[in-house]
């Protein structure tokens, strides 16, 4: 995958040297590398803990207690390197399609953290995997989401990671274009259909990830995708997270009905459509 080393790092903010305490208030979003562990605590527990993540009411951040000098290794400072990069080609590609429809495309912020960090959905946490919250318009991510990805469910390359940073911004679209509100609604008037309507949701962000995979361009104007190497990544990552393999890899039985996020097969086919067409009219998840 091509990226650009050394952009403008405006829409990043690094809070890895950062420690805080207290616990925020509102909902937090259910994250990528999450869903596993709580589809678990749920089939223990026999509560749907899948269906109390969500958006919630902005909170009051607690006063940091200390800061100090982000520590990383090279490896880690190539992989933030690539994900600035990627945050801006994003936003590239969705700046015009927003004039296209009339409205002003807003840039998201990424923020780096390590173990714990509160936001204004809640507090952060690294086993919760990278997560949109919309009352601040910010992705959250622990860069050790990446080696879990690779390890626990075998999917690597940068592409495969910038996918999953390209599906954040995806509900950061959904949030921009109204279309979160409308779903958060019809989950509170017809609650028996809240994890159908999250599905549609996540698809459509899938399909939102492929739109920029296929349409993204480096700082120098050169495709993000090099080859179907680059896809096969991307493609990978998001077979590896369908809801489906996790109830599998759980020691469950697969239970569509539980779904939040989809099947491999649902993922990669949404993710497939935006990568193939690069349309936002492509990508209504809805209408299935």
């Given amino acids: 995958m091509r990226w650009s080393p050394g952009e403008s790092r405006d829409n990043l903010e690094d809070r890895r040297g950062s420690r805080r305490s207290g616990l925020g208030g509102g909902g937090l979003r259910l994250g990528l590398g999450g869903t596993l562990v709580l ?4 089939m223990i527990f026999k509560v749907d803990f899948l269906s109390l993540v969500g958006g919630g009411s902005p909170s009051m951040a607690p006063a940091e207690e200390s800061s100090g000098p982000v520590t990383e290794t090279t490896q880690e400072a190539q992989t933030v390197d690539m994900l600035n990069s990627s945050l801006n080609s994003t936003q590239r590609v969705w700046t015009p399609i927003f004039q296209e429809m009339g409205r002003q495309y807003q840039p998201a912020t990424l923020v780096l953290f ?3 960090y509160p936001t204004a959905c809640g507090m952060g946490q690294a ?7 919309p009352a601040d318009a910010k992705v959250y991510l622990d860069l050790g989401f990446f080696e879990e990805l690779r390890t626990k469910f075998g999917a690597s390359g940068d592409f495969a990671h910038a996918y999953v940073l390209a599906h954040e911004v995806g509900h950061h679209v959904q949030r921009l274009l109204g ?6 609604r019809m989950q509170r008037s017809r609650p028996k259909d809240a994890n159908q309507y999250s599905v549609a949701l996540e698809l459509q962000a899938d399909c939102f990830a492929g739109i920029w995979g296929r349409n993204g361009r480096t700082a120098d104007g050169q495709p993000v995708l090099e080859n179907q190497s680059d896809i096969e990544d991307g493609l990978r990552a998001a077979a590896s997270i369908g809801d489906d393999r996790i109830q599998k890899m759980s020691g469950r039985a697969v239970s569509p009905e539980s779904w939040t996020h989809g099947s491999s097969a649902q993922r990669t086919e949404w993710l497939r459509r935006g990568l193939a067409n690069g349309r936002v009219s492509d990508c209504n998840t809805f209408a299935d």
Avoid: M, N, Q, Y
């Fill in 127 to 133: 086993a919760t995997g990278p997560f949109f919250c």
């Fill in 39 to 42: 589809l678990v605590l749920s």
């Fill in 179 to 184: 279309i979160e509100e409308k779903v958060r």
């Fill in 114 to 116: 390590r173990d714990v």
